[in-house]
């Protein structure tokens, strides 16, 4: 009986013509090599294969074998399975991510790539010389931290050479973007206060940012012209009422056609020596409250449930979607997105990681603790995305 390795090319061009969701394609992929060589020499392109559910990139791995520092581990949520996938072009870049896109960063301090991680499609940015903030980062824990955290598209696939397609990050404090094929990214100004998130509303076409006060800011980034655009202040979050903290973390997202969703989230910490500090690192996640913002009335309230959705956060764009067949409704999925506290520890950190459930309040664990541990590039959500061209896999 012949091998399943040893299937014509033909054979395997007509498997994975029939694949429905990108998971299956990943797993035709870790097959083996000769699986793998049949989807790089295939000339079909998967320019609409969705997503069951988003994908958890986990860290880098901290070992010295070769093979393993060439690849990411992918953790499917909807099966609890783990994935390997052959990602050089990640290999000490820094990643953040957006529509299962990464936006990296690497030795190369001013060049700027988006990285698809299952075909390895690359597109080049602009040089991101624009961004004063580089010129202090000379420790690579703080970059994150004071640096490159957040990117957002416009739309969903950049392949599509859609002329309203941008590209918008925060860096620093400083929110930037372009077109593809510019040769330098545009600022964007006017804000008070320290920038913790940012989406783009695709309904009504408008970027939102969300800072340290809770403040929310809206731009015209599509209508506006040459030069420098302007955020616009709409609203902050009524302290008191609300019960918010200056020292909070703020999330930001679409949440249909007239409203966002502000998600905070709160830390405790703990003492050194403490048996929480043991189980958990520095700290670890004390609850997250959410707040709908109409775009309409300018009005507040607070949304004690997520109804029949989930919600991910960390180091991507902010998203959600409907729960079901793996993904819990009316909960939080959470990576860790702090890289001070981990600065001096020899083994790195990133216990931070969990689902919240907003009916009582519970943490409850993705997987195993040491899968998501990190010392320099961290987990990350991968959103539902598109495959594009498949090359170079």
């Not at 992918?74 to 050089?88: A, D, H, N, Q």
């Not at 072009?89 to 990643?95: F, T, Y």
């Not at 936006?103 to 602009?126: M, N, V, Y």
Request: with cysteine; glycine share 8%.
């Amino acid at each position: 009986m012949p091998s399943w390795s040893d299937l014509l090319p033909e054979i395997l061009n007509k498997i994975s013509g029939k694949f429905e969701f990108y998971e299956d394609f990943i797993n035709f992929l870790c097959v083996c090599s000769s699986w793998r060589y049949s989807a790089t020499t295939s000339k079909k392109f998967i320019h609409h294969l969705p997503s069951r559910f988003p994908l958890l990139m986990l860290a880098e791995s901290n070992t010295e074998e070769e093979d393993d520092q060439d690849c990411r581990k992918l953790f499917i949520l909807s099966s609890g399975t783990m994935r390997k996938v052959k990602l050089p072009e990640a290999h000490w870049q820094r990643c953040i991510s957006t529509h299962g896109w990464l936006l990296t960063t690497g030795e190369e301090e001013f060049s700027a790539k988006l990285l698809h991680p299952l075909s390895r499609t690359q597109i080049d940015l602009p040089e991101l010389y624009m961004f004063e903030e580089l010129y202090f980062d000379q420790d690579e824990w703080m970059y994150y931290g004071q640096c490159m955290r957040k990117v957002v598209f416009t739309s969903s696939n950049p392949l599509l050479l859609d002329p309203d397609f941008r590209v918008i990050i925060i860096w620093g404090q400083t929110i930037g973007f372009c077109r593809l094929g510019d040769v330098s990214w545009t600022r964007i100004t006017g804000c008070d206060g320290h920038l913790l998130d940012i989406t783009y509303h695709n309904l009504r076409k408008r970027l939102y940012t969300v800072t340290t006060v809770g403040s929310i800011y809206e731009c015209d980034i599509l209508s506006g012209g040459p030069g420098r655009l302007t955020l616009k202040q709409l609203s902050t979050l009524p302290q008191p009422e609300f019960d918010f903290s200056y020292h909070q973390s703020a999330y930001l997202l679409e949440w249909g056609y007239d409203r966002l969703l502000m998600v905070t989230r709160e830390h405790q910490w703990y003492k050194k020596h403490g048996d929480e500090f043991l189980r958990y690192g520095p700290y670890s996640t004390k609850r997250f409250q959410c707040f709908v913002f109409s775009l309409d009335d300018g009005k507040w309230s607070k949304l004690v449930s997520l109804g029949d959705k989930a919600v991910f956060l960390g180091f991507n764009s902010s998203f959600a979607i409907d729960a079901g067949g793996g993904i819990k409704h009316d909960c939080i999925y959470f990576t860790d997105d702090l890289y001070e506290p981990y600065r001096n520890l020899p083994d790195g950190g990133g216990g931070d990681v969990g689902i919240y459930h907003m009916s009582d309040g519970s943490i409850g664990a993705i997987m195993d603790a040491q899968e998501h541990m990190f010392r320099v590039r961290p987990p990350l959500w991968l959103q539902t995305s598109t495959i594009p061209a498949i090359k170079q896999i």
